[in-house]
């Protein structure tokens, strides 16, 4: 006799619900490395800035602090020391802490962690109570109610894959195939974030569902995001002959009354 089993995993889930509004808009932000002399900081204020103006959601997709090695301590190798980033980080984002879904981390705070212990990303989430994820995460958001539906909580439901990145790849193609293969992973994902590759992408890609409920076959589609970097071009970047990074970031709306994702693609 065969078995099939489905075996849970411990993967960190949010859920979100936003049953009063028609809309809801969500702006991730990608590799701050905000300890880095190359970050961008004038352009990170003023996207917490236009978040907390407009109301727009968002979440840290990792990497958000810079140092990974050990001679990158050195304080004359980089900007801020750790405990001057963690602080300065954790104060610019105070006043949209309730606007953040969640915080990952990235490869740059993993690395430090195996060296010393210590996860900047989870201590900055610790610091604004607001929801770490390590590795691999899934966000539920729950907006509105679907058009001329009875039940008062019949809401419109988007599932998303969040995760920092992984591994290598300097050519379009290798990055754009690592966002496509993060859409697979899971059967009921409407959308997917990422970023470490440092090369902004919108990769839309669909696969055959089966409804057993109506005994019919439909094609479902899953919004792949890939982020862009708040790192300048210099140190690392140039040193491997690496292409700078488009500033260019995705504004993301989710309907209140039919299942829909919209995305604008604009300068940062």
């Excluded at 998303?160 to 966002?179: E, F, I, M, S, W």
């Excluded at 409407?190 to 970023?195: H, K, L, P, V, Y």
Aim: some cysteine; overall charge positive.
């Amino acid at each position: 006799m065969a078995y099939f089993v489905h075996t849970p995993l411990d993967i960190r889930v949010i859920r979100k619900d936003f049953p009063d509004w028609k809309e809801l808009f969500l702006l991730p932000l990608g590799d701050l490395h905000w300890d880095s002399r190359f970050s961008n900081h004038t352009l990170i204020e003023r996207k917490v800035q236009e978040i907390k103006d407009n109301g727009y959601y968002t979440l840290l997709v990792g990497d958000t602090f810079d140092k990974l090695f050990f001679h990158w301590l050195l304080k004359e190798q980089q900007g801020d020391d750790l405990n001057t980033a963690l602080s300065t980080v954790a104060r610019l984002l105070k006043p949209i802490r309730e606007q953040m879904l969640c915080i990952l981390d990235g490869n740059h705070e993993r690395g430090m962690e195996k060296k010393v212990g210590f996860n900047m990303a989870e201590a900055l989430a610790s610091i604004l109570e607001v929801p770490f994820v390590r590795g691999l995460g899934v966000l539920h958001l729950r907006v509105g109610r679907f058009k001329n539906s009875k039940r008062e909580n019949h809401l419109v439901s988007y599932v998303g894959l969040v995760t920092h990145g992984y591994g290598g790849g300097r050519t379009k193609g290798a990055k754009t195939n690592k966002a496509a293969a993060l859409g697979d992973m899971m059967e009921n994902c409407d959308f997917t974030i990422m970023g470490h590759v440092h090369d902004p992408n919108l990769i839309p890609t669909s696969h055959l569902c089966y409804d057993a409920h109506n005994k019919a076959v439909y094609a479902r589609e899953i919004r792949n995001v890939v982020l862009s970097s708040f790192q300048g071009y210099g140190g690392y970047a140039q040193q491997m002959v690496m292409r700078p990074s488009p500033q260019l970031e995705y504004l993301m709306k989710f309907d209140g009354m039919y299942k829909k994702i919209e995305i604008l693609e604009r300068q940062m």
